[in-house]
């Protein structure tokens, strides 16, 4: 009843925050997935044990807590439960075999659909099998080490704040190389201390918060908005002029949507970057370029005749 009554006044909320569309989609698939939040958005669970003859509350695995809030605000919100795990799951107490089941890949549902075509999920799915996430892991490393299905959301291409999206995306990364009971599901090797691996960087602090890690340990391709490619340690960006330049790193990856969007109505990108980072060469107007050298010219020819007057004179 208690989880009835606060699904009740979060959906209240919603209402009045997101409007009808989003509890459109909702209210089709509330009435079953309430059912799993009544167990799975709760720290506890009961149920009547058969062998004690009574009822047993047990703690919930914090690993199987799901945030409705969250869920109800990303991408698969109009999912019910079961559309991606197996349909044996309603019945309660659960089989414990269930657990050996495969979670599908993004592939599994996206691939050759001509309505997430923009989305390319086969050339990321080609650049994360070339990644070290791929060669250097099992088959156990899928989409959902780094993106949860119950709360991930497409971040860089619907967030016009640059900064959060910096924030969104890095605490990806972190929630492996920041975890180490998470990191050490894949590799046995101690995870290494992100703060002391990267002590060669200048402004280090100033790095963090205003780039992402895969701007630097990424290979950037045309066809993927955000790269999945990601290379060895060996091959990071370490040289300044890479990013601090006109042609920056940045403008193929962090700055790729807003660079494409600006072109696309404007057909300059400039706009999208000047508010955010300083890259020498690319926060410049071609015309106050121009301009600035005919004043400069103006006054060094001024001092040249200034000088040349006063000797003739004496």
Known sequence: MKQLI????????????????????????????SKCFYCHGSPTYSYYNDVLERKVTKRM????????????????????????????FREFPHDNTLQ???????????????????YNFESIND?????????????????WMCHNPHSYKINARN??????????????????????????????????????????????LEHFAHVRCIECHTHTSDNVMVAHHIQTKDKAVKKCVECHSSSSTLMASLYKFQAQENRRKYGFFNAAILSDTYLIGANRN???????????????????????LRILLK
Do not use: R
């Open 6 to 33: 606060i699904f009740n006044l979060i959906f209240t909320i919603s209402i009045l925050t997101f409007g009808q569309d989003y509890i459109t989609e909702v209210v089709e698939h509330s009435e079953e997935n």
């Open 61 to 88: 695995n914090p690993y199987f807590l799901v945030d409705s809030n969250l869920y109800y605000d990303q991408n698969h919100k109009s999912f019910d439960c079961i559309d991606c795990h197996a349909y044996e």
């Open 100 to 118: 050996m089941e495969p979670m599908p890949t993004c592939l599994d549902c996206h691939e050759g659909d001509e309505a997430m075509a923009h």
């Open 127 to 143: 650049e994360f099998h070339e990644s070290v996430h791929s060669t250097k892991h099992s088959d156990e490393f899928t989409c």
């Open 159 to 204: 967030n016009k704040n640059v900064k959060e999206t910096i924030i969104y995306d890095n605490n990806i990364c972190l929630s492996c190389h920041a975890d180490i009971n998470k990191y050490q599901l894949i590799s046995p090797k101690v995870n290494p201390n992100v703060i002391d691996m990267h002590d060669w960087l200048p402004n280090q």
């Open 286 to 308: 071609l015309y106050l370029n121009i301009l600035s050298g005919v004043i400069f010219g103006t006054i060094l020819l001024i001092i040249l005749i200034h000088a040349l």
